[in-house]
């Protein structure tokens, strides 16, 4: 199975990033054989929604979970709709974190760990609908 | 990260504007032990003015994309005009015309959405990543502060505001400091959200005035969908003792701690001219005031953890 | 707005925060009233409105303020993912050929319905705050109230303007700063007076609201709140500028303490009213090139 990490560097003995939409990059793991593979994050300096993009990028990988530190409202809506499992508060290196997702150590998140970012509302502006 | 680090962020904000925020945040970094200062204050931000930073590094700020005409390529067929939301492309006034006049786009009003671009079916709109102010990483007497300064007339202050919070964040963790100090901005729209989500403690500096409760009730109702520890202490407190009470008492009936009372002081002022904080400039009554108001937000910010 | 003939629109803003501008507007606008003249006052800063304080409107009339926002019309969707593509915000996004909308994120652009090729986009409303019209000892008053948690006080801002239009002046109480409410506020106003307080913090934010006024191109003046307790670096900065100060209102404990409770300046202060008088027959008599531009010498 496939599955994505978000990750403070780009190997298994690297830490787990609390971060989803601002991490630098994620490494996207087979559990079979732990081989593994880094992807940047682009929407790291995305204006609102970075975990919107975020998710959506993920679901594109074709991971079946994602094991993070925080995950808010509006990612966790678009890995619902992927069929992603999301797995939060995953902290410490990155390979035993993955051989206890194996071990099923972990159980899936049922509901948004963090509160809204200001993504949530998007970057303001002057918008406004006319009519 | 080891966790049993805990770093706390507090942001401090007013509702109502100048009810004294800014002073007070530059003496609260005066007391504080180790932390990082963030102006989140992007509109008006004035904590430069006290602290004197040196800065050490300088970056650009791009809030967004906007669009721009390529005058080589536009054949002028006003497709963009009306495709535009957000009435930020016009011919040029008659008086001005040329014989071909082009539309033109007011930066100030696009909002970088990118719909003229693609109703263009003659490819001359261009539309690329816009500078709109700079961000900056400075050393202070105080230790480290990331602070911006916003373009002329420029939006998108909410994305300036994760930014310098993150930012700020980052320097916490990579020293180990015990606290984030950010200057808020006033009101209760986009910098404000920006400014508060996620933080450990909103403190609210309010005024004794009907204005200040009045935004106060706003601000409090914000923090509380937010779900954000709040707390509040009211500057200038004696201009109106009675109002100071209802306040309070106010206070305790939506859940916030209050902590605590600052006189008003012409001292505040002197020390602004000076570019000293208040309890810098002044060993008198008020900074004692203030003192106990940083003890306070000590006290709260246990509480809240222990709650 | 429906134009009136001869109709003066001002502005009452200012970079800092709490230097005045409700006390200003409120008064003037009470002035103006009393004079007999046909005068709207609009309550701009939509976050924090605080006008209402002061003159204590009986509301009239109240409507919701409505935001566009896409939604999608599931029979019609192929999932084919162009709506995602074209939204710069990231309000819409498709996953496993879903649409989900964010309508929080959305501005209201109307690109993704435009650009679907399926035609299965239609925009819907919903509200992001009201629009509260009343009458105050002659003064037709307007205010716009944000809900909270909302951020397009700019939408708001509209909708309190779009109210406006049956006076001969209207003044304008717009929230502080100088970044895009501010400017929604601001941009069709025929001047703009721009109040601060003579002290470090003030003289910087005076800088960019100058800044601002001076690059939508909008005549405009300066008032000094409490214009004795600083220093006279923001009297220098307007010489050298050549910008014309048309009110200057002392730092008065009893100011102070009326504002605390909600009372007007003029009706509890008579010697005040002068002030307020001078500062308008200023503005009226337009003839003054140095209160157009505060750009000569440049």
């Not at chain 1, 974190?97 to 970012?117: I, L, M, R, Y």
Request: hydrophobic share 40%; charged share 20%.
């Amino acid at each position: 199975m496939k599955i994505a990490v978000s990750a403070t560097g780009k190997s298994l003995d690297d830490q787990v990033d609390a971060r989803l939409g601002r991490v630098q990059c994620f490494l996207i793991v087979d559990t079979e054989t732990m081989e593994f593979h880094a992807l940047d994050n682009a929407s790291i300096n995305a204006g609102g929604g970075a975990g919107i993009q975020t998710a959506q990028m993920l679901s594109e990988q074709n991971v079946k979970a994602v094991l993070t530190g925080n995950c808010g409202p509006n990612a966790f809506q678009v890995f619902n709709a992927a069929g992603i499992q999301v797995i939060v508060g995953v902290s410490g290196v990155i390979r035993t974190a993955v051989e206890q997702f194996k071990s099923g150590a972990f159980s899936q998140a049922a509901t948004p760990n963090v509160a809204p970012h200001s993504g949530m509302k998007g970057g303001g502006g002057m918008g406004r609908g006319r009519r | 990260m080891d966790s049993d680090y805990s770093m706390k962020e507090i942001v401090i904000i007013s509702g109502k504007g100048g009810t004294g925020k800014t002073s007070i945040v530059a003496s609260l970094a005066t007391l504080a032990g180790k932390k990082v200062l963030a102006d989140c204050d992007v509109d008006a931000a004035d904590l430069h003015l006290v602290l004197e930073p040196e800065v050490l590094s300088r970056n650009d700020f791009s809030g967004g994309k906007k669009a721009r005409i390529l005058k080589e390529e536009c054949t002028a067929c006003g497709k963009c005009i009306d495709a535009c939301r957000f009435e930020a492309i016009h011919y040029p006034p008659v008086a001005s015309r040329t014989v071909h006049a082009l539309p033109q786009i007011n930066p100030t009003f696009c909002e970088g959405c990118g719909v003229c671009v693609r109703v263009c079916q003659d490819n001359a709109i261009a539309f690329e990543p816009a500078v709109n102010g700079q961000w900056f990483i400075s050393d202070t007497r105080y230790g480290p502060m990331v602070h911006a300064r916003l373009g002329i007339a420029e939006g998108n202050s909410g994305k300036l505001v994760s930014l310098i919070r993150a930012e700020a964040r980052k320097i916490a963790e990579r020293d180990e400091l015990e606290f984030i100090i950010v200057d808020g901005s006033p009101g209760i729209g986009c910098p404000v959200i920006s400014s508060i989500t996620g933080a450990d403690m909103v403190v609210v500096v309010t005024e004794p005035t009907l204005s200040g409760q009045h935004d106060l009730d706003r601000v409090a109702q914000l923090t509380s969908h937010f779900q954000i520890p709040t707390t509040a202490c009211i500057n200038k407190w004696d201009l109106n003792p009675e109002m100071t009470r209802q306040i309070e008492a106010r206070l305790k009936d939506q859940g916030i701690q209050s902590i605590g009372r600052i006189r008003y002081d012409p001292a505040v002022t002197r020390a602004q001219i000076m570019k000293s904080s208040v309890v810098e400039y002044t060993g008198g009554a008020i900074s004692e005031d203030i003192r106990s108001v940083w003890r306070n937000i000590i006290y709260a910010l246990g509480y809240f953890i222990n709650k | 707005m429906t134009a009136a003939n001869n109709r003066r629109t001002i502005a009452v803003a200012s970079g800092k925060g709490g230097t005045g501008k409700t006390t200003i507007s409120t008064n003037l606008a009470l002035v103006l009233a009393q004079q007999g003249k046909s005068v709207e006052l609009l309550d701009c800063d939509v976050e924090e409105p605080n006008c209402h304080i002061f003159l204590k409107p009986q509301i009239h009339s109240s409507k919701p303020v409505n935001v566009l926002y896409p939604s999608v019309i599931q029979d019609k969707c192929t999932g084919c993912g162009v709506c995602a593509q074209v939204c710069e915000y990231s309000a819409i996004v498709v996953v496993k050929n879903k649409v989900l909308v964010f309508p929080g994120l959305c501005h209201s652009c109307g690109g993704c319905t435009l650009f679907c090729p399926e035609e299965a986009l239609e925009e819907v409303e919903r509200q992001v705050g009201i629009v509260e019209e009343g009458s105050s000892s002659g003064i037709h008053v307007i205010q716009g109230l944000l809900d909270i948690t909302e951020l397009m006080s700019a939408a708001v801002i509209n909708g309190v303007k779009k109210s406006a239009g049956l006076s001969d002046i209207v003044i304008i109480d717009s929230p502080p700063g100088t970044s895009c409410p501010v400017i929604e506020s601001v941009k069709d106003a025929d001047f703009v007076l721009l109040v601060t307080e003579p002290t470090p913090f003030g003289l910087n934010d005076l800088k960019l609201a100058v800044g601002m006024v001076r690059q939508l191109g909008i005549p405009f003046a300066v008032a000094i709140n409490r214009c004795d307790m600083g220093d006279g670096e923001v009297q220098r900065y307007c010489d050298d500028e050549h910008i014309r100060i048309i009110l200057e209102i002392p730092d008065d404990i009893r100011i102070a303490q009326a504002y605390s409770r909600g009372e007007m300046i003029i009706n509890v202060l008579h010697e005040y009213k002068g002030l307020f008088v001078q500062c308008l027959e200023t503005f009226f008599n337009q003839k003054d090139p140095g209160l157009n531009t505060g750009q000569d010498g440049q």
